[in-house]
């Protein structure tokens, strides 16, 4: 395994806390497959069958679910050291819900799921990180439902607004994405997101500029989950 793998696996979800010492001798013995992927190349489509833990070494992809309509909306985008997989190579349908595409050019490292159970039995730290990671994802995926529960793209927004702003009151937060990830994580026309914005803005809920958010009346948008 070539240091600049190793370099990425220091940084991931699951390795992450080795010492140096440590992470050679796990990787020494990790059984694995690394492939590549061009940009726009779909590593996984929804129904195909998993069998195996994937870790972005290089690149970025995308993880969305296709309606019957044709539209997509997408739960997740993961970037070098994220993982994906993990939830769905134990479960008893052992297959994707959703499908994953090459964001760009896309190196993944393959792990099966008899070899995440070794680790597990081997390493006590890193069955913490594991069982961690799992937590993590569902609580993401709990976030997507939320969203996508709500009736109003008001709804929706005032939501993911008051989330990220956080048990701290934050008043300014920043998106982290853009109003097309945003609208496309929502479900809802990126249009549609952007009058809603704006419309917030004259509303004196909030403020705005580029991926910054300002929170001028947080218990007007909390009334607006209630609506």
Known sequence: MVPSVRAVLAESELFCGHSPAELIEVTDRLRHRISEFPRGTILAVEG?????VGIILEGAVEI??????G???TIDRLEAGQ????????SPARSYPATITALRRTVVMYVSGDEIIRLCREDAAFLRRFLG??????????????????????QKVAARILE???????REIRLGVTRREMAEELGVPRPSLSRELARMRDDGLIDFAGDRIRIIDPEGLEDVLFE
């Open 48 to 52: 195909a069958p998993c069998s195996h």
């Open 164 to 170: 990220q702003a956080g048990a701290d009151d934050a």
């Open 83 to 90: 993982i994906f997989g993990e939830a769905l190579v134990f």
């Open 71 to 73: 539209r997509a909306t």
């Open 133 to 154: 990671l799992l937590s993590g994802k569902i609580l993401m995926l709990n976030r997507r439902v939320r969203d996508l529960s709500y009736a109003s793209i008001r």
């Open 64 to 69: 969305q679910k296709v309606m019957a309509s």
